[in-house]
């Protein structure tokens, strides 16, 4: 492995000497203590850090001194002399010439409580957004990086498979309200760490932290920042130790699953600083998540939601996440086309490598007829979140594009990755009965079925296919078991007449597609460009609907 010091230094040794090392007294260590308490976090071999253990436990008492003596003891155990091994470290032949790309790795967590895993994940999650915020650089989504969490995998092999020319691997310690991160630099190609730095700040300050820890790096890789993108990262407020770790903890149970648990994190973290406006963007996520999983009827969900979002631009207008929230309600919901498309220009405008919002703002090109552009959106999706869901986007688009190999390849893809997300596969289904290869739709559709037999989706996309591929009497089972769903779950009348379309009953189908009107459906968003027999396209009722609903023509 090619490195800046020795093969004998690891990368958490090399980051105590860069610090001992530092022109700034301040900046150094203040005391012998402090360097044993880092060199107990770090893994090498014991020829050398076992001497600077002993050594540090010794004068533990002493200050100043004592880690001076540290760094010539490491100078001389590595066969440097100080300068030397400052001039390994602070020359320009160890930065590499072009980085143009990056990802940030799961920092790990140093608290030895795997109760802190979250919080250390929340620390990426910042640390990957602040860097996204740069135009000029390609920052890899966090959750493909997070698919690395723990591997063991050469990091050239990882860049490789993300795409990158350089990655960001590091560690959290969270010790009371005090926060320590330690970042490192490491070329993709050679493995070559090229620089490493430590920071610590009260948990007050964490969001400056992560920005300052993102200034840095962008000056190591010489990348340009505009007046815009300089502000931005200059401009992180203090926030409420607890409302921050509540509203990580939101995240945290959200992605988990735990919706009930994610909802009480982030009410959690608004009563305790009403003004923290990323919050309220959570909030307003879960409560359109609500009408997704059919728990609360849209009329009830999307006003809280439009609320909440609203309080967060209030208090930050500048917030990304906040206008791409913004944009999927106005789409999804009011049905504000030109609307919605502003708010998902805004936010990549402020967050150019923010993959969800061009998936989003792809989600949108599709439904408006507009395939061609939003395969670009998904394609750039795809760059920068390479390892997950984002090829089920792509095979969407293709599929509405008409373009069913393509869309088959991608779904694939899609499931392959994640084989416990059931929609790629539904909608897969829905490929092969467009294609005619009826047995594979049904054989496409069993399977989903038994992954999900009571997900809404599912029933009514397979009730469509097995209705196109004859199946009749399949079709109106499946149609039986949508309309007698549990109480708590809200039915979406959209499927229904999905169902109603492919057995070739027009009246029942706008019976329902009305009523999904009337309740607001988000599915009706792809009421343009869904695959309606010609009969039902050819119906006035079917025409009026779409004029009341806006879509350009």
């Keep these: 492995m090619q490195r800046s010091l020795s093969a004998q230094v690891s990368p958490g040794l090399e980051v105590i000497i860069v610090k001992s090392l530092e022109k700034r007294a301040e900046d150094r260590y203040q005391s012998a203590k402090e360097v044993l308490e880092d060199l107990g976090r770090v893994s090498a071999p014991s020829s050398v850090v076992g001497t600077l253990r002993r050594l540090a436990a010794r004068h533990r008492a002493l200050a100043v001194n004592a880690a001076v003596g540290l760094v010539l003891t490491s100078a001389l155990l590595l066969g440097l002399s100080v300068g030397g091994l400052r001039d390994r470290l602070r020359s320009p032949s160890v930065v590499t010439p072009k980085i143009e790309s990056i990802a940030v790795l799961p920092l790990a967590n140093l608290s030895g409580d795997p109760q802190q895993e979250y919080f250390a994940d929340g620390m990426t999650e910042e640390l990957t957004a602040n860097l996204s915020k740069i135009g000029a650089l390609k920052v890899i989504s966090r959750t493909s990086a997070m698919q690395y969490k723990g ?13 990158v020319d350089a990655v960001i691997e590091g560690s959290v310690l969270r010790a009371g ?21 430590s920071y610590e700040r009260d948990l007050s300050d964490v969001l400056a932290l992560q920005s300052e820890v993102a200034r840095a790096i962008t000056n190591e890789i010489k990348i340009r920042l505009t007046p815009q993108e300089q502000s931005r990262l200059a401009s992180a407020r203090p926030v409420n130790p607890e409302a921050y770790q509540a509203l990580l903890e939101a995240r945290h149970y959200a992605e988990q699953g735990e919706s009930k648990k994610a909802f009480a994190y982030v009410q959690q973290s608004i009563a305790l600083d009403p003004t ?12 359109i998540d609500e009408t997704w999983n059919g728990v609360r009827p849209v009329k009830e969900a999307v006003p809280l939601a439009k609320a909440a979002v609203g309080k967060a631009l209030e208090l930050d207008p500048t917030l990304a996440e906040a206008h791409a929230q913004l944009g999927c309600i106005k789409f999804w919901f009011d049905w504000d086309w030109s609307g919605a498309e502003q708010e998902f220009k805004r936010t990549l405008m402020l967050n150019p490598n923010n993959a969800t919002a061009h998936g989003a703002y792809a989600s949108s090109l599709v439904q408006l007829g507009r395939p061609d552009e939003a395969v670009r959106e998904h394609l750039k999706r795809q760059e920068l979140d390479p390892l997950s869901s984002s090829a089920f986007g792509l ?25 416990h997300l059931v929609f790629p596969k539904a909608m897969l289904a829905c490929v092969y009965a467009q294609k005619r290869m009826y047995p594979e739709a049904i054989a496409t559709c ?27 009497q399949d079709a109106v089972a499946l149609l039986d078991r949508l309309k007698k769903l549990p109480p708590r779950l809200h039915l979406d009348p959209y499927l229904v007449a999905m169902v109603y379309d492919g057995l070739g009953n027009n009246d029942r189908t706008m019976e329902w597609l009305e009523r999904a009107y009337r309740e607001r ?19 006035p009722r079917y025409q009026a609907l779409l004029r009341r609903m806006n879509f350009p023509p």
């Excluded at 063991?152 to 498979?161: H, S, T």
């Excluded at 309200?177 to 730095?197: F, G, M």
């Excluded at 923290?276 to 409560?287: G, R, T």
């Excluded at 599929?399 to 994640?418: C, G, H, M, P, V």
């Design 521 to 539: 459906s988000p599915q009706m968003s792809f009421a343009k460009v869904e695959f309606w027999s010609d009969s039902l396209r050819g119906d």
């Design 177 to 197: 309200n005090r926060v320590r991160i330690t970042a490192q630099l490491i070329q993709a190609t050679s493995d070559k760490h090229l620089w490493a730095e």
């Design 151 to 163: 591997a063991k995998k050469p990091l050239p092999q990882i860049a490789r498979e993300l795409g």
């Design 446 to 472: 069993r399977g989903a079925l038994s992954m999900a037999p009571e997900d809404q989706m599912v029933l009514g996309a397979c009730g469509n296919v097995y209705a196109l591929a004859g199946q009749s």
């Design 395 to 419: 095979g969407v688009a293709w599929y509405y594009a008409r373009r069913y190999d393509e869309s088959i390849t991608q779904l694939n893809k899609a499931f392959e990755a994640n084989p």
């Design 276 to 287: 923290y406006a990323p919050a309220y963007v959570e909030l307003s996520q879960d409560y």
